[in-house]
């Protein structure tokens, strides 16, 4: 099968699976695992944040963030197709009480004067605004790069306004790797981030949540309210340790593959499809005389396995399970469902 439903579905490496072997463990509540302490200090490191907590996924790390940020009854502005307001089953509603103020983006972009006009003034009829997210490559934008100067200009209404910025970075590295802009330049922009090791960079399990001090200390208490604090956590982090180390780079492979990708499905008949769309891993493509499930079970009987966004939409993802000449394949069994 050639499985481009997620970059979830990749697996570890050998070197990870080793290092899951030898890793040293504690028990992390008390915070005596070793190998998970290294992670946290070392993604802060990277991340340019003064702290970090390792959380079991992508939907914990930012929960626990808005329920970190937030107080009940207050307002979250974020773009109406985040993965936040999309995916996460209304949890910042239900755990956070929050109310998500959704805003239109351009794939996923939200235009800075949108979020100044977001922002509630004090008035009693109103929710107060308690943050901002953002996400980073925006996964239903269909992998696009929020560009930093848009990320710059939020961050500074957000500061005018004494609110703090939460970035979804599930997949940071890809936008850093695609834009040439360093991951801390991006981070730089907000007060949290959340970045996911079980995507592109191949590790089996977690996300890292990084920010200030005050604030992990905090998102510790709401990780252990929710269930969250795990003990020899280290057998997983240590995965998460060679994830930073050797597989970052390499998302450059996956975002070449969805360029060819791309290359083969422009102009196509059949398909409504912007090449130019594509940035990182993800490829959007809405077929027109064919309905989307139809579609995947065609792609299904040629041995490919995509996923469907919407009822119109199919999404497919590249990542290090898939090799080029997949794509190759994938390209020719597209071709052969439209033209059939
Ligand atoms: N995205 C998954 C699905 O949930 C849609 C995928 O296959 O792409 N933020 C972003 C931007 C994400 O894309 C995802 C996962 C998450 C957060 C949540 O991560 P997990 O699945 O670890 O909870």
Redesign the pocket.
Known sequence: MIDL????ITRPTEEMRKAMYEAEVGDDVYGEDPTVNSLEEESAQVLGKEAAIYVS????G?QVAILTHTSPGTEVIMEAN???YY??AAAASVFAGIQPRPLPGDKGILSPELVASAIRPDDIHLPPTSLICL?N???RGGGRVVPLEIMKKIFSIASQNNLPVHL?G??IFNASVASGVAVKEYTACTTSI?C?F??GLGAPVG?ILAGPEIFIDEARRWRKRLGGGMRQAGVIASACLVALKTMIERLADDHANARLLAEGLSGLKGLDFNPDDVETNIVIIKPLHISPMLFNEELRKRNILA?IMEPDMIRL?TSKEVSRSDIETTIMAIRDILSG
């Open positions: 439903r997620s970059d979830t996924s992508g939907t914990m930012n985040s993965h936040i995916y996460e996400e490559t925006h996964n979804d599930a997949r959340q996911c079980s995507k996300s996923s993802t």
